[in-house]
């Protein structure tokens, strides 16, 4: 969940660094630093407590100059967010490392060190990392040969990179279970978490994948793996830096709300045809591997949880198949038991998610029929590591809070719902009204981005609230789930999704004038049993606010319920349309409480640790 960003150049390498973490700020931002190897052979490393931001201004009284190095920012696991917790850790002056995951044996690691004479000034568990490479170099003077021997004391997740004094044209990068890319280059290489770091000074990627250790140097790049040099695929990326710009405005968040048309007509393209999904939409193989699923089993984290809770409706209810959905952590600690002809879906915005990542690797050594992996990146491990995969397509996500991968995750569900439920239950006269409702989904998804300055205002009544309750029913109830997250992710306001007929059974007690309570209530089968529930919480004093596409919903009028008239959709997809709304609700509550909405604090975009 920290951003690692390396380099060796013929050009001063401080200004790429810097750049290369302001585009990897989202996976951390509660320290910063720098680490490079000088025109002299010397180690000169700066670093500052907070963003980026304060790591720029301490280089303007420190500049930095030389040919290589690495730099980080961190989001804390090990030792709170302090200078002195600040990657790059160093030993003796002579290595600088920087490191993303946990090493879970480091207080043994510690014990050692410590008995050999080395101190400790940070709390981490990395700083054991760069004294047992220190103690190896020692042994050994041999970058690759002290690297091999450290990882092989290790435990746990991690990514490394490290530089020496004594080398100053070369870098040395590892994975184990934790994200890294090689960038190539013209007389010059990098490294990198996300390839978004590099996107202005390379387009073509190496993708270690675990247990792989490279040694960079401005003409090469060489990878082993056991020892033994190895060949990795090089990838070319073709993608507009513009893309990871906030253009016009304010916030990522804000610019990829606005993307979602987009980012659906993305998803739905070459994937669905006039009147029926294309064969080929999930792969060539892939339909003889539905027709035999009998049960679904969906696995993710966070918001990707909320979109496979809404799968699970989809595809028992249209489909007819058993689905059941787990927490990726909680799935893998217990002792879950396989359905016969099973198929296991993963999803991740980043495919580098740790527990859904683990969660996978359980399912194939259980021996599920197969598994399938939806995801927004094409070259992650999810992807890398699942029999079968989808692309979300939504593009690029900076912002913490996921908006676009969310709603293109929902696309996707429902999707793989139809090819499924063409080998069941699903009729080809079914199917080609949800094609042409998919269709239209693009243009109602603008008509609801329409009601922005409607829910501007309306956020005014939530700027000095500490609660908030939502409300949904059937599908609606996860899109409830997923609107509480969202507030409470970037506006720090806690806030709680309940099913709407749970309502009075304990949430009920806490309605009152200071608890606002909003509901998603398309007109659908159930229209009628969250009017009642809404009538439960006016009599109670509460404050309502209503998402529907029926205007009539209560007859009559009160200063304390507010309706917004919601575009008219089939109500299956009205998962994917309420959703929308929600998103603007916590960006417009967030800006008026004063957050920082892409980056708010304690959380990262890509947890990669436990």
């Not at 940070?122 to 054991?128: L, R």
């Not at 699970?312 to 927490?327: D, F, N, Q, S």
């Not at 997250?485 to 007690?509: D, N, Q, T, V």
């Amino acid at each position: 969940m920290c951003g690692i960003v390396g380099a060796v150049a013929e050009r001063n390498v401080e200004r790429i660094l810097i750049d290369g973490l302001k585009r990897l700020e989202y996976r951390g931002y509660d320290s910063a630093g720098i680490a490079i190897v000088d025109n002299q052979s010397d180690l000169k490393r700066v670093r500052a407590k907070g963003k980026v931001k304060e790591l720029e201004k301490a280089l303007t009284q420190s500049a930095l100059h030389g040919n290589t190095g690495i730099a980080h920012t961190r989001w804390a696991t090990h030792g709170i967010p302090a200078e002195c917790n600040a990657h790059p850790l160093m030993s003796s002056n002579e290595f600088a490392l920087v490191h993303n995951g946990i090493i879970e044996n480091h207080d043994i690691l510690r014990q050692k060190l410590i008995a050999e004479g080395y101190t400790f000034s940070s709390e981490t568990d990395t700083e054991t990392v760069v004294h047992l490479f220190h103690s190896h170099y020692q042994k050994n003077p041999n970058l690759l040969a002290a690297t091999r021997a450290t990882v092989a004391e290790l435990e746990g997740a991690y990514a490394l990179g490290i530089i020496s004094r004594h080398t100053p044209n070369e870098l040395i990068a590892v994975r184990q279970g934790s994200p890294l890319v090689v960038g190539r280059g013209i007389k010059e290489n990098f490294i990198a978490s996300d390839p978004i770091a590099l996107f202005p000074v390379s387009n073509q990627f190496y993708y270690l994948e675990d247990n792989d250790i490279a040694h960079v140097t401005l003409d090469a790049v060489k990878i082993y793996a056991d020892g033994n040099l190895i060949e990795r695929q090089l990838h070319t990326l073709e993608v507009n830096c513009d893309v990871v710009e906030r253009g016009e405005h304010r916030h990522f968040m804000s610019k990829e709300i606005d993307e979602q048309p987009q980012a659906i007509a993305s998803c739905l393209e070459n994937r669905i045809g006039k009147s029926s999904l294309l064969q080929t939409a999930f792969g060539l193989n892939t339909q003889d591997i539905f027709s035999k699923v009998k049960h679904i089993q969906l696995v993710a984290c966070g918001t990707s949880y909320h979109a496979a809770q809404v799968a699970r409706y989809w595809i028992e209810g249209l489909a007819g198949i058993p689905a059941t959905v787990e927490v990726a952590s909680e799935f893998r600690y217990r002792s879950p038991v396989m359905q016969p002809h099973s198929l296991f879906v993963c999803l991740s915005q980043s495919g580098e998610t740790a527990d859904t990542l683990a969660a996978l690797r359980l399912a194939k050594k259980m021996g599920y029929m197969s598994s399938l992996a939806i995801c927004n990146v094409p070259e992650s491990s999810l992807v890398r590591e699942a029999d079968l995969n989808f692309m979300t397509r939504a593009g690029i996500e900076i912002g913490v809070a996921s908006t676009k991968a969310f709603t293109t995750q929902l696309v996707s569900l429902f999707m793989l719902m139809i090819s499924l439920g063409r080998h069941h239950h699903l009729s080809a006269e079914t199917e080609k009204f949800f094609i042409s409702e998919l269709h239209q989904l693009p243009k109602i998804i603008e008509s609801t981005l329409k009601l922005n300055s409607l829910i501007a205002n309306l956020a005014n009544h939530f700027a000095e609230k500490k609660h908030a309750l939502f409300l949904g029913r059937g599908s609606l109830y996860p899109i409830a789930l997923e609107g509480a997250l969202k507030l409470k992710e970037i506006s720090y306001i806690h806030a709680e999704g309940y099913p709407a007929g749970e309502l009075k059974h304990g949430p009920l007690a806490l309605v009152d004038k200071n608890m606002p309570v909003i509901a998603i209530a398309p007109k659908d089968d159930l229209i009628d049993k969250i009017k009642s529930n809404l009538h439960e919480v006016r009599a109670r004093g509460g404050e309502l606010f209503i998402f529907t596409d029926d205007a009539n919903l209560l007859d009559e009028s009160s200063p304390t319920t507010h309706v917004i008239e919601m575009p008219s959709i089939a109500p299956v997809l009205a998962p994917i349309i309420y959703t929308v709304p929600l998103q603007l609700l916590a960006y417009h509550v967030a800006i008026l409480k004063g957050t920082d909405v892409d980056q708010p604090r304690n959380l990262a975009k890509s947890v990669t640790v436990e």
